[in-house]
């Protein structure tokens, strides 16, 4: 449980920092004040700021904090980072370097940052996954794309069906498909051809069950049900992907955007057919599924976290208040009126945004913690 607690806190750490090092970077290049670009979350533990030319520390005893510096700081609570941008909150609009005072397009900029530095983590996290290898289904050895190499080929079994012939004789998920009859195949069809044309006889499944090597005998039914299957089993062909690093780079490109337009579906899924609670995922839920493909190998943890960074920039740019979506959109209202949006009522609204998202973190949380 330790250690699961600690990648998670890892991985969640480096998808929020670089998130906030976009915001950071384009802030300065844009000509704001940054207040502070922090490591974690308050309190502050202690910070740096660099002063004519040297680094120093402030924030403790009496070591003065410079206004007009960022401070870089180093907190207790180690979920990420922050950045804090002069003027942000709709303030010190007549200061030159106030978020506020800038124009459309280093305020956009700035406020998209966090959102495609989560982007380019996953394309570079697919893109390194794929020069040493990453898991993925097919159907047959012959589906291997040019150019590519499939390590560690293995037919897995996906699913079982209760109460079929495979789920009586005692076949579970995840077992690993060695052989039937002592034949084995290089392809999802060749086997399941081999099943129909022994329906109503013995066949010996020879598996392996973590350390574990089966032989287990199955009997298919005659004529199952269409779609059913004789013997109530879903398998596919597992193994590791692998590309020369100079095509690494473009299948990295091709698996992030199918990862966003995947996520995008999700949510669009989620709303039109209402699905609710039971569909939804907080902390303790992702932190479970940490657990599990962290015990499945670094590879499959790599993978894991890209999605996880996907996931983090397509949320942060829904158009909701609070999230960088919700700013941007103010920022076009603000461009085609032609004149600064009344800044209380903006204010009101990201603030209410903000509590809504809390207390529905709070809720999807006590709603893991129940079904945990």
Same mark, same amino acid.
């Given at each position: ?109 700035? #406020?998209?940052?966090? /959102?495609?530095? !989560? $982007? ?8 390194? =996954?794929?020069? *040493?290898? &990453? ?78 090597? #089966?032989?287990?005998? /199955?009997?298919? !039914? $005659? ?8 013997? =109530?089993?879903? *398998?596919? &062909? ?135």
């Amino acid at each position: 449980m330790f250690i699961t607690i600690l990648i998670f806190i890892i991985i969640l750490g480096i998808l929020v920092f670089v998130h906030e090092f976009g915001h950071f970077v384009v802030a300065k290049k844009s000509g704001m004040q940054v207040e502070e670009f922090g490591f974690g979350f308050p309190p502050r533990i202690f910070g740096f700021q660099r002063i004519e030319g040297k680094w120093k520390i402030v924030g403790l005893r009496n070591k003065q904090i410079d206004p007009s510096k960022t401070v870089y700081s180093i907190n207790y609570i180690p979920l990420g980072g922050f950045v804090r941008i002069l003027g942000e909150n709709n303030d010190n609009e007549n200061h030159p370097g106030s978020f506020i005072n800038k124009g459309f397009w280093p305020r956009f900029f700035t #406020l998209v940052a966090g /959102v495609v530095m !989560n $982007v380019i983590l996953a394309w570079v996290i697919f893109s390194a =996954g794929y020069t *040493i290898g &990453l898991p993925v289904a097919i159907d047959s050895l012959a589906d291997v794309p040019a150019h590519a190499t499939l390590t560690h080929p293995q037919t897995a079994i996906l699913d079982v069906t209760k109460n079929l012939p495979a789920d009586k004789a005692g076949i579970k998920p995840n077992d690993i498909i060695l052989s039937l009859d002592g034949k084995s195949f290089n392809s999802v069809d060749d086997f399941q051809k081999y099943i129909q044309t022994h329906e109503g006889l013995n066949i010996t499944f020879e598996v392996q069950r973590g350390a574990e090597h #089966l032989s287990i005998p /199955v009997t298919p !039914n $005659v004529n199952p049900p269409a779609g059913q299957g004789a013997t =109530g089993i879903s *398998i596919s &062909l597992l193994g590791r992907l692998k590309y020369p690093w100079y095509l690494a780079i473009w299948q990295g490109a091709a698996a992030t955007l199918s990862g966003i337009a995947s996520i995008v579906y999700g949510l669009y899924s989620l709303f039109s057919q209402h699905m609710g609670f039971s569909s939804l995922g907080g902390p303790v839920q992702i932190a479970k599924l940490t657990g599990q493909v962290a015990g499945l190998g670094f590879v499959f943890l790599m993978q894991f976290t890209a999605f996880l960074s996907l996931n983090l920039a397509v949320l942060n740019i829904l158009p909701f208040p609070a999230l960088d979506g919700g700013r941007v959109i103010f920022l076009l209202i603000e461009t085609v009126r032609r004149k600064r949006n009344n800044q209380k009522v903006e204010q009101i609204v990201n603030t209410a945004g903000f509590v809504f998202l809390i207390l529905l973190m709070i809720a999807v949380t006590v709603h893991d913690i129940i079904r945990k």
